[in-house]
């Protein structure tokens, strides 16, 4: 039996628009925090963990089958203390009971089901779990009567068992690596000779469905490719990065300037073609940066028009009026306006007969169908819970100039015919329901994105991506920084700043700010990137074993620092704080950020040289760090014609490990760029043809 959403709990009170979605249910939910924990100590009842996001499918499936139903809502109030986490706002959180999960369970996901004891020792934990007894797994309420029959029989026999979990996460997180040096090229060897194992080299991505983008892995590629001049790893990279456009994780769907496009978060096919259509602002800020360092490194525009439509989607789509980004985009959506059921994908799906409904000719049409891989009866092939019966999730199937001699359309008007059904479609789709949009504003997410748009500017030269970053630093200045301590906070949303920064959040921003002074060269960036790295090293860094926790040291919210070591569908902090104090120190001459990115090194050394794999964007930095930078100097003033002219020879080089400052210098006639390498520099030069044969003779 449904509640109907009658019923208040708690979470009503919160901004987290996870918790918000779970306000209404019937179970009597509180957030993670002291009220629950105080309770479930004066009660003696085992905490209830629920974890997951705002834009989840799973979670909103479990929603509908479980806490929206009174009798599993009885269960759960009765027995348990049920708390809420979004994991977005508390990563660290959710990172130390996902340890324990897929320890325990050898998986993991979203929605994340975990028991608690009341002094917050894990016993029991999954991910989703049906309603009744399905798929293999116990149904929830069946699970929930069996835990509160063993906690009411013997609850200091599950205390003993859970005791210890917490000690032993710090403990494998304080031990210091044997190694009192930095791996040497096997690690780097080793990593891709695992991709290579793992690439598919029909489809591209590593490993079989579901398939995620993993941009981390993108990255060491190339650098690896430009480093060792291998043309496998580079073809592995550009393969991977043109099927995944090609397929329907990319929306095929926008209007330049407008919106639309984008990437959804995964495939849930080999093909990449049927995603889980929630779009993740962290997704398609690394991926930008990908397409971005395709383009450099084949010099084919493909490449560059994918990150224009990621920049399209995300300045349309996800910027909020004050200038700083929102999280995310829901995968669920109603059909129609009316509705009173969710589907996924609704917004993004086609049939046939809604195709032929459009003012154009059946040429056209037909081509389009062609290109797309339009079929009558659908296009989804693995489709077991016949979700998208009749419904096409677009794809580019066939090249347009093939497409266009079946349809018997001019080859050079193909490219043509398809933005125009493309724009008619983009049109069509504005009239359906839109999914929910997270509109939270997370730090570290913002921070990828203002590097993401720096960057975007130093290649294309466009300077709206320029403004855009500019624009979005100052947002997290203005309302997720404090200047007094110097620190930062993780997530605004509804005019509330909140939730003390984790180490991602320093790392991401203080990448932003790097980047963005090397596009426009503010020295303010320069000064904060270099203020909260400092903060960061005093809140974060471990002084006894190197490298950086999760949590602040000043932070109670969570029962036990952790180190991630894992570069996943974020980068791992430490990866980024490498690469930001090795860069911090080539910029601004100081070696004591160097040595503490040497140490922090050292201490990953065991993971890097045995799974390496693990970490590629740290083995990105670890090259860095071994074979030293390319530090380019650039004197001339600001803003010049002149001056941005030769910076965009220098920026359309793919240099994995090139820093880049800028002097004012008086009585300069003519900007002049000077390369160093390992302290040894080069004739300046000062026109682009000498700069261009410069760059000829680097690798």
Known sequence: MKSGKTHTNRLAREKSPYLLQHAGNPVNWLPWGEEAFAEARERDLPIFLSIGYATCHWCHVMERESFEDQGTAELLNRYFIPVKADREEHPDLDRLYMTYVQASTGRGGWPMSVWLTPDLQPFYGGSYFPPEDRYGMPGFGTLLRSIAELWSNDPARIKAA?????????????????????????????CFEWLQYAYDPSWGGFGPAPKFPRPALITFLFSYAARNANREAASMALYTLRRMAEGGIHDHIWSTGKGGGGFSRYATDARWHVPHFEKMLYDNAQLAVSYLDAFRMSGERYYASVAENIFNY???????????????????????????????????????????????????LELFILACGIDPDGNVREDPHGEFDGKNVL???MAPEKAAKLAGVPADKATATINTVRELLYLKRLKRPRPFLDDKIITSWNGLMISALSQGFNVLGNHEYLDAARKATDFIFDRLYREK????????????????????DYACFIRGLLDLYQASFEERCLAYAQRLCDKQNELFYDDKSGGYFSTAS???SVPARLKEEYDGAEPAAASVSIRNLLDI???????????????????CSGILSERGNALPLMLTALDYARKGGLQATVSGDMPSDKLREILQILYARYLPDMT????????????????????????????PEELRQLLDTIR
Not at 325 to 343: I, L, V, W
Request: proline share 6%; hydrophobic share 35%.
């Open 395 to 397: 794809m580019h199937l």
């Open 485 to 504: 301590e110097g620190t930062l906070l993780r997530r605004y949303r509804d005019g509330e700043a909140a939730i003390p920064g984790k180490a991602e």
């Open 162 to 190: 859970a005791a210890g979990f917490f000690e032993q996460i710090a403990l494998t997180a304080q031990t210091p690596s044997q190694s009192s040096a930095i791996p040497g090229n096997a690690a780097e060897n080793g």
């Open 660 to 687: 880049v400052q800028h002097i004012s210098a008086t009585n300069v006639t003519k900007p002049t760029i000077t390369l160093c390498r390992n302290r040894s520099c080069m004739p300046p030069v000062s026109s």
């Open 554 to 556: 000043t932070d109670t």
């Open 585 to 603: 120190a080539a910029i601004t001459g100081n070696d004591a950020y160097r040595d503490m990115a040497e140490q922090c090194l050292k201490a």
């Open 314 to 364: 995300v300045l349309h789509d996800l910027r909020s009026p004050e200038g700083g980004f929102y999280s995310a985009e829901d995968a669920d959506s109603y059909p129609e306006h009316g509705s009173t059921e969710k589907k996924e994908g609704a917004f993004y799906i086609w049939s046939l007969e809604e195709l032929r409904q459009l003012p154009i000719e059946s040429a056209a």
